[in-house]
C-alpha cells in the first residue's frame, strides 16, 4: 500500500486568512484528488490534481477559493482561501490503489477550524 | 445520480456485542464496493471489497454481504471491542471511473 503524509494534520484559522494543506506519496501516481468531508456528511470530491496541468475541478469548487498546485508525481498541495467557519472541515488527499485502480486510499486527513 | 445510502446512521453497542450496518446503492455500471474504517482524526481505510460475482467476504471480526440483484451490501461485526468505535463508509465503484460513490457512513460507538 501506498504511504501518504498530509499536514498539517490540524490546523485552527481566522476567517479571510489562507491554509495550505500538503499531501506527499512514497511513490509515483498519476492522479491525485482532493475531498472534503463536513460533519456528519459523505467525502465530497473538490477536485483532481493533474500533474503539469490545471487540476480539474467538480461542480460548485472554483480554483479562486481552492486553488491547487501539482508539482511533480509524488506531491500536491491545496489552499484554501479567504476562509470562512463554512470551510471547517476534514480535507483529505486520495491516490487511486489497487488491481484496477479503483481503491481510494487516503491520508490522513486535515482537520480544519475556522474561527 | 450514483447514490450510496447507509443506515442506521449512528449505532450504540456494548462492547462483545454483535452489529450489522447496511448500505443500499444505486450505481451504474457496478464495479466493486468497498467499506472503510474512519477513526477519529484519520483518514478512511478499506476493509474489504466486494465484486460482483462475490456474495461474502471477511476480514477478521469483519464480514461483507453483497446481494447485486437488490443492490444492497451489510458489514457484520462480530464480539465488537472498543477499538471498532469509529465510523463506517461504504464505497461503491462505477466501472471505467476512478472516483467512486461515498456513503454518510454509520457512526458507531461500542461502550465497554
Known amino acids: 500500500s501506498a504511504v501518504i503524509s498530509q499536514k498539517p494534520s490540524r490546523d485552527i484559522c481566522q476567517r479571510g486568512t489562507s491554509l495550505t494543506i500538503q499531501c506527499q506519496v512514497d511513490?509515483?501516481?498519476?492522479?491525485m484528488f482532493w475531498y472534503r468531508q463536513q460533519p456528519g456528511q459523505s467525502l465530497t470530491l473538490i477536485a483532481t490534481?493533474?500533474?503539469?496541468?490545471?487540476?480539474?475541478?467538480e461542480s460548485g469548487f472554483v480554483i479562486d477559493k481552492f486553488p491547487i498546485s501539482r508539482p511533480n508525481l509524488t506531491f500536491s498541495t491545496l489552499t484554501v482561501s479567504n476562509m470562512s467557519p463554512e470551510d471547517s472541515s476534514i480535507y483529505l488527499c486520495?491516490?487511486?490503489?489497487?488491481?484496477?485502480?479503483?481503491?481510494?486510499?487516503f491520508g490522513q486527513g486535515t482537520r480544519l477550524t475556522v474561527v | 445520480k450514483n447514490q450510496v445510502e447507509q443506515s442506521p446512521q449512528s449505532l450504540i453497542i456494548l462492547e462483545g456485542k454483535n452489529c450489522t450496518l447496511q448500505?443500499?446503492?444505486?450505481?451504474?455500471?457496478?464495479?466493486?464496493l468497498r467499506w472503510y474504517k474512519q477513526d477519529t482524526g484519520r483518514g478512511p481505510v478499506s476493509l474489504t471489497i466486494?465484486?460482483?460475482?462475490?456474495n461474502t467476504k471477511s476480514n477478521g471480526r469483519y464480514t461483507a454481504t453483497l446481494d447485486a440483484d437488490t443492490k444492497q451490501s451489510s458489514l457484520h461485526i462480530t464480539a465488537s471491542q472498543l477499538s471498532d468505535s469509529a465510523s463506517y463508509i461504504c464505497?461503491?465503484?462505477?466501472?471505467?471511473?476512478?472516483?467512486?460513490?461515498f456513503g454518510r457512513g454509520t457512526s458507531l460507538i461500542v461502550h465497554p
Open positions: 486520495s491516490v487511486p490503489r489497487g488491481v484496477d485502480g479503483t481503491e481510494a486510499f
Open positions: 511513490s509515483q501516481v498519476t492522479m
Open positions: 490534481a493533474n500533474q503539469g496541468s490545471e487540476a480539474t475541478y
Open positions: 448500505c443500499n446503492y444505486t450505481v451504474s455500471p457496478f464495479s466493486n
Open positions: 466486494m465484486t460482483f460475482s462475490e
Open positions: 464505497v461503491v465503484s462505477a466501472g471505467g471511473s476512478y472516483i467512486p460513490t
